[in-house]
């Protein structure tokens, strides 16, 4: 199964907000609440209002530990049974870089919950940059319930996001058109810019096998996460450029850099021609 296999859906949803009440069952336990945090489009959102929230096909977790299969079956319990006590149907499996809970309810609306897997030599290569961006991490009520988790800070969503749009850029020339500042958030230009992005997820979905639409899709959807996130909830300028040392692609001045930060960040948040 892909992403692409589930309906996107946001934070406004039923089954999401479910599944992030399910994720937030991690907190009640010292011994997980340290180990986890919310990452991707679902801790994006959290910061939105919204009519700022664009849809995602799953709620990733960044897990600060080496899991084996058992291992995150025990750690992932609650989470497992929070959602059976809600009558969804749940199942656990084994992905190339996660380990996964689908759940569905018995109106066929589904989605999964995605834990980051990581060998032993590949945490050890993340294991600094997990506790920097944990340690930064807020924690959330989530909407319309009691139910608390923890999601990256805003400054560990951007940057990431940055480095993969200036990697895209650079592999693929003709993506430049598809930079165009939004000068102000209106709701009109929020509203294309959505749109804009559901109408290329349809592409790819008609098109599984085409990997030139999944990138341009990916890239237009980072950017315009950036935007909003960058703005509405604010970026800490002395943590993100304590973040951005960690990403050697983003310190160096260079062309594909400039023209995204200065197309898509709020003026003046980075300035152009540095070293960060």
Not at 58 to 82: C, G, H, Q, R, T
Not at 91 to 98: G, M, P, Y
């Amino acid at each position: 199964m892909t992403k692409l296999d589930y309906s996107p859906r946001t934070l406004d949803d039923k089954i999401i907000k479910d599944g992030s009440c399910a994720v937030a069952t991690l907190s009640d336990n010292l011994s997980s609440r340290d180990l986890y945090f919310v990452v991707g489009g679902t801790a994006t959102q959290s910061y939105l209002p919204t009519k700022c929230r664009r849809p995602t096909s799953d709620i990733d977790l960044a897990i600060l530990a080496n899991l084996s299969y058992a291992d995150f079956k025990s750690f992932a319990k609650p989470v497992f049974e929070y959602l059976k006590d809600k009558r969804y149907e749940v199942n656990t499996r084994k992905a190339q870089r996660a380990f996964c809970i689908d759940f569905a309810d018995n109106e066929r609306n589904a989605s999964v919950i995605e834990f980051a897997r990581h060998s032993e030599k590949t945490y050890k290569g993340k294991e600094k940059i997990l506790q920097r961006e944990r340690a930064h991490a807020k924690s959330k009520i989530i909407e319309g319930t009691t139910s608390t988790y923890i999601v990256s800070s805003p400054e560990d969503i951007v940057i990431p996001k940055l480095v993969r749009s200036v990697s895209s850029l650079k592999r693929n020339k003709f993506f430049e058109t598809r930079i165009n500042g939004m000068k102000k958030l209106s709701e009109e230009e929020i509203a294309s810019r959505l749109k804009e992005i559901e109408d290329l997820r349809l592409e790819a979905l008609i098109n599984p096998g085409d990997v030139r639409n999944a990138e341009i899709l990916r890239f237009v959807s980072d950017l315009y996460d950036i935007r909003v996130l960058s703005e509405l909830a604010g970026i800490n300028i002395g943590y993100a450029k304590e973040a951005v040392h960690d990403w050697v692609s983003l310190r160096v001045p260079c062309f594909e850099r400039d023209l995204i930060t200065r197309s898509i960040l709020p003026q003046g948040l980075f300035p152009e021609n540095s070293e960060w």
